[in-house]
């Protein structure tokens, strides 16, 4: 045992060393600068993802100030195709002769008489635009092509495909704004 404890100053001192040069050599590689590495990246990617978030945020701005501006030429055509049919329909309608009876007949012809202006006929069921568009719109759900629905309906094959577009557009503003409040729920 005295054999054992003469060596056991000496070992101590050379694992002190060891365990010294140890500490020394990582201290030498900096331990401080592979984090700030890491960090460096991790910046790199941050600052990567928010100048994305911006690029998108631009487009997404972009794309609602086109999808407005088309829906606001959608709605103008829409309303210029419903005046052309309103026209053209009054233009084609038959106007009735006017009907003169002894309760329409003026009494004097000073002061009360009235001019007989032709009375029109109230429009048919399917001359409202609403009643039309929803005839198209069912029609479409149905598969029918857009030539047929122009035939059944009796308008230009351009108003339904009109008409079918807005529709379109609609379902799609309304899932947008669907998937919107799912997303904020």
């Known amino acids: 045992m005295a054999q054992v404890m003469t060596w056991v100053g000496p070992v101590l001192d050379v694992a ?22 890491r ?22 701005r972009d794309l609602d100030a086109k999808l407005a501006a088309r829906e606001n030429r959608l709605a103008t055509l829409l309303a210029e195709a ?6 053209d329909d009054r233009r ?30 109230e429009p048919p069921f399917e001359a409202d635009p609403a009643v039309t568009a929803a005839r198209i719109e069912t029609l479409a759900d149905a598969g029918a092509a857009v030539e047929e629905i ?9 108003e339904v ?3 079918i577009g807005l529709k379109a557009a609609r379902v799609a503003r309304q899932r947008a704004v669907g998937s919107a409040d799912d997303k904020h729920a």
């Open 16 to 37: 002190a060393v060891v365990l010294l040069t140890l500490v020394l050599w990582r201290l030498g590689r900096d331990p401080g600068a592979a984090w700030g590495e």
């Open 39 to 60: 960090e460096a990246r991790l910046r790199a990617i941050f600052d990567d993802l928010r100048a994305l978030v911006a690029q998108s945020e631009g487009l997404a």
């Open 82 to 87: 419903e005046r052309a049919l309103a026209d």
């Open 92 to 121: 084609h309608r038959p106007t009735t002769p006017p009907r003169v009876g002894v309760a329409d007949a003026p009494r004097s012809v000073g002061a009360n008489a009235t001019s007989q202006a032709p009375i029109p006929a």
């Open 150 to 158: 122009a035939r059944r309906v009796g308008i230009a094959p351009a």
């Open 161 to 163: 495909r009109l008409v």
